[in-house]
């Protein structure tokens, strides 16, 4: 009989035909006996089938789980850890890519005295041709943790994690722990990770093992809902941890913040119609005010001031945000150029 492989890599995917083969290929040659990489695809109506056929007919480590219907990201991962045969789980994402050697060096991770793996990432523009961040989680030395709470872990790393391809998980823990609560969420794996009694045993790799596509996300149209309402209420929902830890991750209501309004006007995110079907009964008559000013704000105008403010804050995490704004349909010169001044197409 074959060993059950070490780690099993598993991506959930959902109409990725036209990105899955550049992150297929930055798998396959790294895959050994240890390693497995298995790919649940929630029913896409491209070519996602056409193009996981011919590498599972080229690649024997490789195995393709075609769904009759579309479960929703939360679900399909969750079945492809069930799915999986490996120690450990590798959720990785269908469009972004692992450097050479990240196999490698996860495997070495893989001890009896962690559950949790979390391997950082570069972010890149949505060709991968320009670096926007060198490493999105902000550490260059590895972290280890083992706390009874769990909760220096979460403060340091939840932030991070809702990039889900970060996250390598023990099989059996995952299994063990409440996962259809989190259907829906949209960040089933940091429901599974913090819930309580939360993650104890987790490492940290500093170096960055994959490749962000920023910019690619298919929740886009869906980035004000989910940024102010879902994150937010997920992270506050951890009553275990104090409030100050969880606030650190993400205030309560961001909806109420001016900046961030302001910032999903510049964007594009937010409109009189997201005004109207999320913020227009809650908070405080001054609050919706403020809120109904800014959806009325000319989208050119948000997109200016917020440019303004990150030439001027001149920092260089700022090509991200530069990124975000030079490919809004409301851009104006000036984010344009400042996005070009910074090399950033």
């Known amino acids: ?35 497995e990489l298995l790919v649940v695809d929630g029913a896409s109506p491209d070519r996602t089938e056409e193009v996981m056929r011919v590498y599972c007919e080229k690649h024997p480590r490789v195995r393709y789980l075609r769904e009759t219907v579309n479960s929703g990201i939360d679900q399909d991962y ?3 850890v069930g799915y999986a045969s490996g120690e450990f789980c590798w959720l990785m994402t269908d469009d972004d890519l692992m450097v050479e050697g990240a196999v490698e060096r ?20 949505k060709d991968l041709g320009t670096l926007l961040r060198p490493r999105l989680l902000d550490v260059t030395q ?26 390598v998980v023990r099989r059996a823990w995952w299994m063990q722990r409440d996962r259809a609560s989190y259907y829906g969420t949209l960040f089933i794996h940091i429901g599974a990770l913090f819930q309580a009694p939360a993650v104890t045993r987790a490492h940290v790799i500093a170096d960055p ?7 690619n996300a298919m929740w886009s149209a869906r980035s004000f809902e989910i940024w102010m309402f879902k994150w937010p209420a997920l992270i506050w929902s951890f009553q275990h941890f104090a409030s100050s830890t969880r606030a650190a991750v993400s205030a309560p209501h961001p909806y109420l913040s001016v900046k961030r309004l302001l ?29 109904a000013s800014i959806s009325r704000l000319p989208a050119k105008a948000a997109n200016f001031i917020c440019a303004l403010y990150y030439v001027l804050r001149a920092g260089k995490a700022s090509k991200m945000e530069l990124y975000d704004l030079s490919r809004s349909a409301d851009a104006t010169p000036l984010a344009r150029r400042a996005a070009a001044m910074r090399q950033i197409p």
């Open 1 to 35: 009989m074959t060993p059950s492989p070490r780690l099993s890599i598993c991506i959930a995917t959902f109409k990725r035909g036209d990105y899955i083969i550049q992150t297929l290929d930055s798998i396959v040659s790294q895959l050994t006996d240890a390693v």
């Open 78 to 80: 969750d079945k492809a």
């Open 106 to 125: 996860v495997l070495e991770q893989l001890n009896d005295d962690v559950d949790v793996v979390v391997v950082n990432a570069e972010v890149r523009n």
């Open 142 to 167: 590895d972290l280890h943790f083992d706390e009874p709470s769990g909760e220096q872990f979460f403060a340091r790393a939840a932030d991070y994690l809702s990039f889900i391809g970060g996250v």
């Open 209 to 215: 093992l994959l490749v962000i596509r920023f910019g």
């Open 263 to 291: 910032w999903f006007r510049a964007i594009g995110g937010y409109s009189r119609a997201e005004y109207q079907r999320f913020l227009s009964s809650v908070g405080s008559t001054g609050s919706r005010l403020v809120a």
